[in-house]
């Protein structure tokens, strides 16, 4: 493939990728903390809503990336309180929520903008502009967030009483961490992103809010946190290439928007690719040992 | 007996508690929510034939869910199953002009995507959320893209052509076909799930994967097992759809998005009993024939009502609102003594 050809593409992906890149290295915190959350889907699509809403009312989506953030670190706490407090479990939360976001989505579309579907355009975040190549600003924060994130969980303190929560929680409660409270303030930083994420695909990238937004990102995102092995910079790797896969899909279905029926089967590429990865490169990946499972204390 | 009145109630609670949040929701977005449930609960009789032709498809789900869930494996894809389930029976349809050949082909379809499903999740690792969610969104646009270019009705736009009229089963004497084969295949999943060995051997992978082991229950097997069954419900389910109740499929497959999460949650109130999912089925497809009414007055969307039964799923996750109720129980009966 020619070069020039490949640049654009390889610069268009950086929105995608803000994405999942984001929405992977939550996860990979919150779960390394022992907590999964499988409800980053509908996390993404509630922020996003959030984010589209504040945009807008006011006309800023600065505040609107505000407030899909503040949504995401609340539903994050919410979900990581549920957990850890209460013993939740937390895949069936995870489905809750995905399926409630479905129906808070149409209720607050049909109110604000009339419709169950889709919102008005909405004014976006501006790409950057270096030298004559535009790309997603917001991929410099994944990749800061990424090495931020492997930076605290392999060399600080903090990182440590993390991954102890997640791997044996007993002798984290021994050593006198307070695995509750440090998995619920954790699943709730992970919120953040989350939501970080939803703003991003909302305001970065699509430039409106639509019923179906999400589109699976956020399992997708799940299995980037497989592949990468809990790595957040792995993850900012593999999030990248999703990314590039999603854009060359949309790139072949321009090619042939002719043709009926190829755009739905150019979309299948990133699901497959999904679990294709995860299939070849996951069976090596060792997760927390507790993840998932409340850690009553005896 | 106690046990069945504990859980009943902490499925009303949570029952109450989906209703709560999304009238609270829908005040707040300037509705008058007690029109909304009088709407919600109205409709359920007005639109009884949505409710029943609903109810088949969710009784499948359900169990396309429950099943794998007493093995302790998180079954997402009865969505992606049900669109197969669909696709296989039009197509063995156009074929076979025989409504057992339809049927059949749907549940054998979904079973083969359950074993797929527990093949990825044994020998590769892959966790069975992810690979159903995955699989959700590849056959959701795999079956589009079917009914666009190899199945579309030449006549109407965004629609496959009719199955032929001796592969359907309309109703019989007023009874709806669909609904029956779904009370058959709750009856039959329970007779299997706690009246055989393997069904036994999939209860105890799910209560305890190691217990099971050691004591030499074939863990893999009843792992395949469970999956291959809740895969056949939830094929059959899209099979239902076709044969039973529209004879044909739309592109946009609107007729069954959603089936598969709204089984969940039929299966979740039911504490993942197959039985109980005929109760649960009623009461989730009542909803939404009263979502119906809510998009027909107050011109709001009937997915409305998957938000209700999302806030059902979350509090059921809550082991505490169960523990809650059940304290309340026990000690207004240490009151009363």
């Known amino acids: 493939m020619n070069i020039e050809l490949l640049i654009p593409v390889l610069l268009a992906a950086t929105g995608p990728s803000a994405v999942l890149v984001l929405a992977a290295v939550g996860e990979i915190l919150t779960e390394k903390s022992g907590v999964v959350n499988i409800g980053i889907e509908g996390m993404m699509l509630i922020s996003g809503l959030a984010a589209a809403v504040t945009t807008h009312y006011t006309g800023s989506p600065w505040l609107g990336v505000l407030a899909a953030m503040c949504v995401g670190c609340i539903l994050g706490l919410i979900h990581g309180a549920a957990s850890a407090k209460l013993k939740a479990n937390q895949i069936v939360l995870g489905i809750g929520l995905n399926m409630f976001a479905v129906g808070l989505a149409v209720a607050v579309l049909i109110a604000v903008w009339g419709n169950p579907g889709h919102s008005s355009p909405l004014p976006r975040i501006p790409a950057l502009n270096v030298g004559g190549y535009s790309f997603n600003p917001f991929f410099l924060l994944a990749v800061g967030a990424s090495i931020a994130a492997h930076y605290i969980l392999t060399r600080t303190g903090l990182g440590l009483t993390i991954a102890s929560c997640g791997e044996n929680p007993r002798s984290a409660e021994a050593m006198g961490v307070r695995v509750e409270l440090v998995q619920t303030l954790v699943t709730g930083l992970a919120g953040l992103l989350h939501g970080l994420a939803g703003a991003i695909l909302v305001l970065g990238y699509v430039g409106s809010f639509t019923r179906d937004i999400t589109a699976g990102r956020g399992f997708v995102a799940l299995a980037i946190v497989v592949v990468s092995n809990w790595n957040p910079l792995a993850a900012l790797v593999a999030g990248y290439l999703f990314g590039t896969a999603e854009v060359l899909a949309l790139t072949l279905q321009a090619a042939y928007s002719t043709t009926p029926g190829i755009s739905e089967l150019l979309n299948t590429i990133p699901y497959i690719a999904a679990i294709a990865a995860v299939a070849l490169y996951g069976v090596k990946a060792r997760a927390p040992s507790w993840l998932g499972k409340p850690y009553i204390k005896e | ?337």
């Open chain 2, 1 to 337: 007996m106690e046990w069945l009145a504990n859980t009943l109630l902490a499925s009303l609670t949570s029952l109450v508690l989906g209703l709560a949040v999304v009238g609270v929701l829908l005040a707040v977005l300037g509705y008058d929510p007690i029109e909304a449930y009088e709407l919600l609960f109205r409709g359920a009789i007005e639109n009884i034939s949505i409710a029943v032709d609903r109810m088949a498809l969710y009784v499948l789900t359900g169990l396309a869910f429950a099943i794998p869930a007493l093995a302790g494996l998180f079954n997402i894809g009865g969505e992606g199953m049900a669109y197969l389930g669909a696709l296989a029976a039009l197509v063995v349809g156009y074929l076979v002009p025989n409504p057992l050949a339809v049927l059949l082909a749907g549940g054998l379809v979904g079973a083969l995507l359950g074993v797929f499903v527990a093949l990825l999740k044994l020998y590769r690792g892959v966790h069975e959320v992810v690979s159903t969610v995955m699989l959700n969104w590849i056959l959701y646009y795999l079956a589009r893209h079917i009914v666009v270019v190899y199945l579309k009705d030449p006549r109407y736009p965004d629609v496959s052509k009719p199955l032929p009229p001796q592969a359907r089963l309309p109703p019989v004497e007023g009874v709806h076909t669909g609904l029956l084969i779904a009370v058959i295949s709750a009856i039959a999943a329970y007779v299997v799930v706690y009246h055989t060995r393997i069904g036994l051997y999939m209860r105890a992978t799910g209560f305890d994967v190691d217990a099971a082991r050691y004591q030499a229950v074939n863990v893999k097997l009843a792992s395949l097992a469970s999956m291959a069954l809740g895969g056949f419900f939830g094929g059959l389910a899209g099979a239902v759809l076709i044969a039973c109740e529209l004879y044909k499929l739309d592109v946009a497959l609107s007729s069954l998005y959603g089936v598969g999460f709204n089984g969940i949650g039929v299966a979740l109130l039911a504490w993942n009993h197959p039985l109980g999912t005929i109760a649960t089925a009623a009461l989730v497809s009542s909803l939404f024939a009263g979502g119906y009414n809510l998009q027909l007055h107050l011109d709001l969307d009937v997915h409305v009502v998957t938000g209700i039964v999302g806030v059902i799923v979350f509090s059921l996750g809550l082991p505490s609102i169960y523990t809650l109720v059940q304290r309340r129980l026990v000690l207004r009966k240490v009151g009363q003594t």
